[in-house]
């Protein structure tokens, strides 16, 4: 019984570090995203600056 208990939790902190380890992949994504989205702002003000 002690052992199935020490499975589970095993399995609940891999299956709760597992979005944590594909972040490394997005925060680059969302950096590139954030910067084309800036880069748009800033040529849109530009654009319509008097």
């Known amino acids: ?17 597992a979005p944590l380890l594909s972040a490394c992949n997005t925060a680059a994504g969302l950096g590139e995203d954030l ?5 748009a702002i800033t040529k849109t003000a530009e654009k319509h600056a008097p």
């Open 35 to 39: 910067s084309s989205a800036g880069h």
């Open 1 to 17: 019984m002690r052992k199935h208990i020490s499975l589970v939790v095993a399995l609940l902190v891999l299956i709760g570090i």
